[in-house]
């Protein structure tokens, strides 16, 4: 089936079909790298990383490019290093770090291009330049703005009208604006704020005018996809929208705009202005960030998403099912020698991995995909039951495929139970194992149960299945 996704520009779900598909684009909005970014911040991360890895599945991995900037100026920035007394660089380059790790610890892939404020300015200063020349822009007491009368379209991506636009817009009520819901492509500096030449003056972009021009740079617009939170439907996207096609004269700009929803918590929006914020720098001490990821795709990306530990703690236990369904599979594997030639997985399995793609073609339908995923894994455990090599082998290797075209299962099993417990302790605990399998072996279980406790003294958890006994480290209180 071809892929589908939901278009916020025409309020419908319709195929995806790409300029070109050797060369499919996508640009997600980024960070501003001012601190840690909450993990309300990483959900459309998640979201699109998870999109670029369906993309790469269905047009192959070398004809995707996949573009999300940084803001590395910005008012925060510039107070953060006033506090701290340093260059804005020695502020974003650290937190630019501690932002790549936490996304990587989510599993999500780099994207193609990253490209920054600070590093695409003469790109910015000419398009600027260029919506003067075109009469989109116009220059007033040391501003350069964007004439939102230029662009006839103004509102159609938010289908907002005016004077709701000019209400909710996040600009500068400012004498010398032509129109209110204009709004600046370009500002003078404050003293001792970093600035840059330009032939408008010396100053800093606004913030809407650095995505045009870094998606044109990167990527070269018009663009396939243009991803980000809802909360930036308005007024970023429709800003980026208007100057974009104003500076290019192509209407498309992107063919498609997607929209991930909020991530709630106590039914608010996460924010830190609200104070409701949970790090994911933080969150990552305490969970595996597979946990989390799967926690960020529990539910339909369009849809507000209530993020509390019951949410974590489900994505956890499923991911705990799987594993061990893997775990289960590679000790049967073991001692079962080679599959035979020409193996195959079970035409239910087969079906099941199909299904997971199928649900992801559609808009992402994360809900569907973890369904079949579980189906999948049940017919490799029927597998492993019924002895069945090959299809065991040719399951696990499915279920292996489609948790990855996920951003899942790509670890060790062992690894996903025990953590980082050294090898004098695992020494221990299997050798407990094998004491308690001999006295459950001879029936004397209330040695097998003085084990088992000892075992729980030393925070491991025994798992009983159809290979055998494993075991975990238990979560801390």
């Known amino acids: 089936m071809p892929l589908k996704l939901y278009d916020t520009m025409t309020r419908e779900k319709r195929d995806f079909v790409p300029r070109d598909p050797s060369r499919v684009t996508m640009y997600v909005c980024g960070p501003t ?42 008012d925060k920035i510039n107070r953060k ?80 009208p005016m004077d709701e636009m000019i209400a909710g817009a996040r600009v500068d009520v400012a004498p010398y604006k032509q129109h209110p819901a204009d709004f600046v492509l370009w500002k003078p500096s404050k003293p001792g704020e970093p600035e840059w030449e330009s032939p408008f003056g010396p100053g800093r972009p606004g913030w809407h005018i650095e995505c045009t021009a870094m998606i044109d740079q990167a990527l070269g617009l018009p663009i396939d996809i243009h991803g980000g939170g809802i909360d930036l439907v308005f007024p970023h996207h429709e800003n980026e929208r208007a100057q974009g096609v104003c500076a290019t004269h192509d209407h498309t700009y992107s063919a498609f705009w997607l929209h991930n929803g909020f991530l709630n918590m106590a039914e608010e929006k996460m924010s830190k202005s609200l104070g409701n914020v949970a790090l994911a720098h933080d969150l990552l001490k305490d969970y595996p960030g597979e946990a989390l990821r799967w926690a960020l795709l529990a539910g339909q990306y369009r849809q507000p998403l209530e993020w509390n530990g019951e949410l974590i703690d489900q994505a956890r236990n499923a991911l705990d099912r799987l594993y061990r369904v893997l775990d289960d599979t590679a000790r049967f594997l073991s001692g079962a020698g080679e599959p035979p030639a020409g193996a195959r ?133």
């Open 345 to 477: 997985a079970s035409k239910a399995a087969l079906a099941a991995y199909d299904a997971v793609v199928a649900a992801l073609e559609d808009d992402l339908n994360t809900p569907g995909a973890f369904a079949a995923l579980f189906q999948l894994a049940d017919q490799v455990r029927a597998a492993v039951m019924a002895k069945d090599v090959g299809q065991a082998a040719e399951g696990r290797d499915l279920l292996v495929a489609a948790g990855g075209l996920m951003g899942f299962l790509q670890g060790d099993p062992q690894a996903w139970f025990q953590g980082g417990a050294d090898e004098a302790f695992k020494t221990r605990v299997e050798e407990l194992l094998a004491a308690r399998q001999a006295a459950r072996a001879a029936k004397d279980w209330p040695q097998a149960d003085r084990i088992r406790a000892e075992l729980a003294a030393l925070n491991v958890e025994v798992m009983d299945g159809p290979t055998g006994a494993t075991w975990r480290i238990k979560e801390q209180a």
């Open 81 to 160: 290093a006033a506090d701290e007394g340093v260059p804005i660089s020695a502020i974003t380059d650290r937190y630019l770090e501690a932002y790549n790790a936490d996304a990587a610890a989510l599993g999500a892939v780099r994207p193609t291009f990253q490209p920054r404020v600070t590093e695409t300015m003469d790109a910015i200063v000419a398009m600027i330049a260029q919506l003067v020349e075109n009469g989109a822009a116009y220059a007033a007491e040391g501003h350069v703005l964007f004439d939102t009368q230029a662009y006839p379209d103004y509102g159609k991506l938010s289908g907002r």
């Open 33 to 74: 790298v001012y601190n840690y970014a909450h993990i309300g911040n990483f959900r459309p991360v998640v979201v699109f990383d998870l999109l670029f890895r369906v993309l790469r599945h269905v047009f192959g991995e070398d004809h995707v490019l996949y573009a999300a900037n940084v803001t590395d100026v910005d």
